[in-house]
């Protein structure tokens, strides 16, 4: 009898139907009564230190962020700061580039000047050499076709010309008919080649 009692007592109080995925007033009860102990003790004691945290977090992140914008800009300055130190660089070593050219314009010119004065120099020394040397060859050639044309003369003429000045006269007679020969000669053949 009592084993035949208690499958009927458990059908009687099985929910069914709907109260099968409702609770029990009391389980209710006394759920929201933990409920309200572990909220309570949530708020008292694990929310504060929850919150001071974050709060804490904020802060930190909102400095970092101060700072990222300070560097940020600080680097913005330099990189102007930069920006400027170059331009002014390229335009020192432009206008020492140009003050180089300028005196490398300037050196060349004066070893080009000193240059041509001495090429003019040694030009001039050479033609007073050569006129020098030329004189002292016609004064050697003088004196020697002297002595020949006056061995000459003296051997047509058939007397010594012992006399210093008849030869000298009969010397210079000679020459300058010499000259004047060449002299014509010279002007015929640059008339007939002009």
Known sequence: MITESIPVLLAQTEPQGRDLFLPA???????AVVLVII??????????????????????????????????????????????????????????????????KAIVAEHRSKAQEEAARITETAHRQIEAERQAA????????????????????????ADSAARARVVDRFLDEL??????????????VG
């Open 25 to 31: 007033d009391y389980d209710l009860l006394w759920s």
């Open 138 to 161: 016609a004064v050697s050639l003088r004196t020697d076709v002297g002595d020949l044309a006056t061995q000459l003369a003296s051997k047509i003429v058939g007397e010594e010309l």
């Open 39 to 104: 909220a309570v003790a949530f708020y008292k004691f694990v929310l504060p230190p929850m919150l001071k945290v974050l709060d804490e977090r904020t802060e930190a992140i909102e400095g970092g962020m101060a700072q990222a914008a300070q560097a940020k800009e600080a680097a913005e300055q330099a990189l102007e700061r930069q920006q400027e130190l170059l331009t002014a660089a390229r335009s020192d070593a432009a206008k020492v580039r140009d003050e180089a050219r300028e005196e490398g």
């Open 179 to 192: 000259e004047t020969t060449q002299t014509a000669s010279a002007a015929s053949s640059s008339g007939t």
